[in-house]
């Protein structure tokens, strides 16, 4: 009993923590990895090729170009570390079922007792609730099954602070950069 309890506790701290690269600083090449630059309004997202101290090498996952980027640019780095499934599900199935009833509510409605048809509902309200929870389980099951990208922020990856030089009218500036 004993050995089961320490054996699970080792399992359930081993999937509640961070991947290893994220923990240790230190991004493998091949690892999938979202970086964030300064001046870009977008995270870049793609496979690490190479890290050197002064260039990260990328190939882009949207379509394959092979990317350097300045390593004083990066303002953070994280590494994929699976799907997430819950959220997107509950979310994507509020909506789709939200929408859905909202259908339900203005298509024209009539009473079992009228038009007897095989699992009809006598009221209005039963109609919309099993039309709104059928949909929700549908667009929340794709959404599940789907899932959405889980990242970790690699700690350690970006220099605490950088020196920035800049031609600037008459000669050069220099400037200094921290980390967020």
Not at 88 to 95: C, M, T, Y
Not at 151 to 159: F, K, S
Request: aromatic share 4%; hydrophobic share 45%; glycine share 10%.
């Amino acid at each position: 009993m004993r050995h089961l309890l320490s054996v699970s506790c080792a399992i359930v701290s081993f999937i509640g923590s961070p991947t290893l690269a994220a923990q240790s600083g230190s991004v493998q090449p091949g690892t999938l990895v979202r970086i964030a630059q300064t001046g870009a309004p977008d995270a870049l997202v793609g496979t690490l090729v190479s890290r050197t101290r002064d260039s990260i090498t990328v190939v882009v996952r949207d379509n394959g170009a092979v990317v350097r980027l300045p390593t004083a640019s990066v303002r953070s780095i994280d590494v994929i570390n699976g799907k997430r499934r819950l959220e997107p599900a509950i979310k994507w199935g509020l909506i789709g079922g939200g929408i859905w009833g909202l259908v339900a509510a203005a298509v024209p409605y009539d009473k079992c007792s009228q038009n007897p048809i095989p699992s009809c509902s006598d009221s209005r309200a039963q109609f919309m609730a099993v039309q709104a929870s059928a949909m929700a389980i549908i667009v929340g099951s794709i959404a599940a099954f789907r899932g959405d990208d889980r990242w970790i922020r690699v700690e350690g990856a970006t220099a605490p602070a950088s020196i920035v030089v800049t031609p600037s009218p008459g000669g050069v500036s220099l400037g200094l950069r921290f980390a967020r």
